[in-house]
């Protein structure tokens, strides 16, 4: 059974770093690799998919990487702002069939001004 | 935004009470999955389609049944609901399965 756990649970840095966030999962024969962001009290919102063949993406001020055969990613936001303070979710498909993701906990972060 | 609406967006009922809850989308896209959302679970995958007519389950579909019976509705029946489906469910859409996955509001369902 593919687990997914990210880290560390949560995170508060003064605005202006750089940063990164873990995730790790136990089966390396995924599909692709989706990271969310989460606000208090609202749906998830997607940032990056990565596929399996794909080593990394980016968009913005975010870059996600994938090294599969070590089960590991991160998400990297450059120039953190106030604005980025959520809840960042990992998540996995595994094989090839049409069945959902797996998620991790999530790590929650928090920009100080 | 993908067009993803859930009904109703808050609902209380009480033990052993049928509940439905609708996900609607208007993006023609094939794939549909429910989620529930737990402190300390995290989101887990409860049942998905890959078309009209075609579900399947995930990890824990125990208590729950769906229904997908037009492309842009999917149903999450609760036949007779418990405590512990009290939770936030979140419907998701694809348009292949290798796709980005976009989720809808969500639903905060309380039994009492």
């Known amino acids: 059974k593919q687990e997914v756990t990210q880290i560390p649970a949560a995170l508060s840095v003064p605005e202006g770093e750089n940063l990164v966030l873990n995730c790790s999962f136990t089966?390396?024969?995924?599909?692709?690799l989706q990271w969310f962001r989460q606000d208090p009290g609202k749906g998830l919102t997607s940032l990056l998919l990565?596929?399996?063949?794909?080593r990394e993406q980016t968009s913005g001020r975010l870059n996600a990487s994938l090294d599969k055969s070590s089960g590991r990613s991160t998400l990297y936001i450059a120039a953190s702002q106030p604005g980025d303070s959520a809840t960042y979710l990992c998540?996995?498909?595994?094989?090839?069939?049409?069945?959902?993701?797996?998620f991790g906990k999530g790590t929650h972060l928090i920009i100080q001004p | 935004d993908a067009g993803i609406t859930q009904s109703p967006r808050h609902k209380v009922t009480e033990t052993g009470t049928p509940v439905t809850l609708r996900c609607h989308q208007t993006?023609?896209?094939?794939?549909m999955y429910w989620y529930r959302q737990d402190p300390g679970h995290g989101l887990r995958l409860i049942h998905y389609?890959?078309?009209?007519?075609?579900?399947d389950k995930g990890e824990v579909s125990d208590g729950y049944s769906v229904s997908r019976s037009k492309t842009e509705d999917f149903l999450l029946t609760l036949e007779s609901a418990t405590s512990s489906q009290t939770s936030v469910y979140f419907c998701?859409?694809?348009?292949?399965?290798?796709?980005?996955?976009?989720f809808g509001p969500g639903t905060r369902l309380t039994v009492l």
């Open positions: 998701a859409i694809s348009g292949t399965s290798g796709d980005t996955q976009y």
């Open positions: 389609s890959y078309g009209v007519k075609d579900t």
């Open positions: 089966d390396s024969a995924i599909y692709n």
């Open positions: 990565i596929q399996s063949s794909q």
């Open positions: 998540a996995v498909r595994s094989g090839g069939g049409a069945d959902g993701l797996t």
């Open positions: 993006e023609n896209h094939r794939y």
